[in-house]
Protein backbone atom coordinates (compact mmCIF):
# COMPACT_ATOMS: atom_id res chain seq x y z
CA UNK A 1 0.00 0.00 0.00
CA UNK A 2 2.74 2.44 0.90
CA UNK A 3 4.52 1.67 -2.39
CA UNK A 4 1.57 2.68 -4.54
CA UNK A 5 1.43 5.57 -2.40
CA UNK A 6 4.80 6.64 -2.94
CA UNK A 7 4.65 5.95 -6.52
CA UNK A 8 1.30 7.79 -7.48
CA UNK A 9 2.85 10.97 -5.37
CA UNK A 10 5.88 11.26 -8.21
CA UNK A 11 5.84 14.14 -10.01
CA UNK A 12 3.99 15.96 -7.18
CA UNK A 13 5.18 19.84 -6.81
CA UNK A 14 5.37 20.84 -3.13
CA UNK A 15 4.33 24.50 -2.35
CA UNK A 16 7.39 26.34 -0.28
CA UNK A 17 4.56 26.32 2.59
CA UNK A 18 4.56 23.09 2.46
CA UNK A 19 8.25 21.97 2.33
CA UNK A 20 8.74 25.11 5.34
CA UNK A 21 5.73 23.33 7.53
CA UNK A 22 8.01 20.00 6.81
CA UNK A 23 11.21 21.28 7.39
CA UNK A 24 9.38 23.17 10.69
CA UNK A 25 7.97 19.63 11.88
CA UNK A 26 11.31 17.47 11.38
CA UNK A 27 13.50 20.23 13.36
CA UNK A 28 17.23 18.97 13.81
CA UNK A 29 15.87 15.41 13.32
CA UNK A 30 17.80 14.88 9.78
CA UNK A 31 21.00 14.21 8.96
CA UNK A 32 21.51 16.17 6.16
CA UNK A 33 25.37 15.85 6.54
CA UNK A 34 26.59 12.05 6.71
CA UNK A 35 28.68 11.10 9.59
CA UNK A 36 30.43 7.95 10.25
CA UNK A 37 28.54 5.82 13.35
CA UNK A 38 30.64 6.11 16.23
CA UNK A 39 31.84 2.47 15.87
CA UNK A 40 32.66 2.34 11.89
CA UNK A 41 35.88 2.49 10.24
CA UNK A 42 36.15 4.76 6.54
CA UNK A 43 36.62 2.54 3.79
CA UNK A 44 35.11 -1.03 2.23
CA UNK A 45 36.69 -3.86 4.49
CA UNK A 46 35.83 -7.64 3.21
CA UNK A 47 36.14 -11.06 5.80
CA UNK A 48 38.93 -13.08 4.10
Do not use: C
Amino acid sequence: MHANANASAVGIDLTPDILSAVDEALGDAPVRTPALAVSATEGVLRKS
